[in-house]
């Protein structure tokens, strides 16, 4: 299956740890987008990358994210000194370049919870 | 700005009868419209999109949406309730191809037997 992979599928963070999300998108895919889902809310965007860009970060808090797509391995969303309020469902989408028939995979998301 | 607002957090149906779940837009380009499905601990699944052309728009597991672009309006439809549409279901926007999506958010769909 050459889906959207995203590891691990949970992540369980003490307060002030890091948290690092992988997302490996559908091959051949070069557009990769990171949402978050909050309990019980709909998925609010974070930001759009593509292979060693930032296209779109509009979504990201300020402090303490940092999201990369390396030339090489999978995307990473990294979250420092994690609190409470982090605790979600993160979600990663791939989508290929361009055209009319594109559409994003999803895939089955990471559910860090903050303890 | 674009957003979407999907009228009722929960809809109740009987297995059978037919589901309507409403999805309004707002967006200042023509629109790329999109309806997926959530079970409970999973990832979204891409139920039917809406970029050009035929503004009804049949997808997978029988359901159907029709662009309405004079109501600003994307509802979703199914004929026939099946006990495994019981699920959350959501509605999005994007300006263009490759662009970030934007969510309503959400409709709990309930299929009483």
């Known amino acids: 299956n050459a889906g959207v992979m995203q590891n691990p599928r949970h992540l369980v963070r003490r307060r002030g740890q890091e948290a690092r999300l992988r997302c490996s998108p559908v091959?051949?895919?070069?557009?990769v987008y990171w949402y978050r889902q909050l309990p019980e809310e709909g998925l609010k965007f974070m930001v759009y990358?593509?292979?060693?860009?930032?296209?779109?970060e509009s979504g990201m808090p300020k402090e303490r994210f940092s999201a990369e797509f390396p030339k090489e391995g999978p995307s990473i969303l990294r979250i420092q000194q994690v609190v409470r309020g982090d605790s979600a469902a993160y979600f990663c989408?791939?989508?290929?370049?361009?055209?009319?028939?594109?559409?994003?995979?999803f895939g089955s998301g990471t559910r860090l919870t903050v303890v | 700005a674009q957003s979407v607002t999907q009228l009722g957090s929960h809809v109740s149906v009987s297995e059978g009868a037919l589901v309507l779940l409403r999805c309004n837009y707002s967006?200042?380009?023509?629109?790329?419209l999109f309806w997926y499905v959530q079970y409970p601990n999973q990832g979204l699944q891409l139920l039917l999109k809406?970029?050009?052309?035929?503004?009804l728009v049949k997808g997978i597991n029988g359901f159907e949406a029709e662009f309405k672009k004079s109501e600003t309006s994307f509802h979703l439809t199914k004929p026939s309730a099946h006990m495994s549409d019981a699920a959350e279901h959501f509605c999005?926007?994007?300006?263009?191809?490759?662009?970030?999506?934007?969510f309503g958010g959400g409709t709990r769909v309930l299929v009483k037997p």
């Open positions: 989408a791939s989508s290929p370049t361009g055209g009319e028939n594109y559409g994003y995979t």
């Open positions: 091959k051949g895919h070069s557009h």
């Open positions: 990358l593509q292979k060693e860009n930032i296209i779109d």
């Open positions: 967006s200042s380009v023509p629109p790329y």
């Open positions: 809406y970029t050009t052309g035929a503004t």
């Open positions: 999005a926007v994007s300006k263009a191809a490759g662009n970030k999506l934007t």
